[in-house]
């Protein structure tokens, strides 16, 4: 019996946790300015990732780390506001049941940009899934 790698099985809850994201957010950005909701959002996550890392004791002194980890770190971090203040945005003027299909578009872009940069080599099957992926957005962003 071929046991579950653990990279999938904290995939799987990420995907999970991003779903309620979604749901969550669209219920609470209701009436409430979208950019001002992902500050709020980010000062919690902030304040559970610091206890988590407290608690854990997996605190370092980030200032003994390489300038390229800091580079890519901030480079990173300014993704994922920009990704968080675009997706809050969507959701608020769209059907969450829309934005977050064509949010996954990321899946695709991920690919791409890790056959670019990282010269990683996906799979003719795993290419198949991305082309669905794809496909699957494509249908969702096409009018009636």
């Keep these: 019996m071929t046991s579950i790698p653990s990279w999938f099985f904290w995939a799987l809850l990420s995907a999970m946790f991003a779903a309620l994201t979604a749901i969550f957010a669209k219920i609470g950005i209701r009436g409430v300015d979208s950019d001002l909701a992902t ?36 480079l990173s971090g300014l993704a994922t506001g920009a990704s968080w203040v675009c997706y809050f945005r969507a959701l608020q003027i769209g059907e969450a049941s829309k934005v977050a299909p064509v949010d996954k578009l990321s899946l695709v ?20 899934g991305i082309l669905m992926v794809a496909g699957g957005v494509l249908v969702l962003s096409l009018k009636r």
């Design 39 to 74: 500050l709020v959002r980010t000062l919690i996550i902030l304040a559970v990732l610091s206890g988590f890392v407290a608690f854990t004791g997996k605190w370092s002194n980030p200032f003994l780390w390489q300038p390229k980890t800091w580079l890519f770190l901030v």
């Design 109 to 128: 872009l991920v690919a791409i940009f890790a056959v670019t940069f990282l010269g990683e080599r996906p799979s003719l099957r795993e290419w198949s």
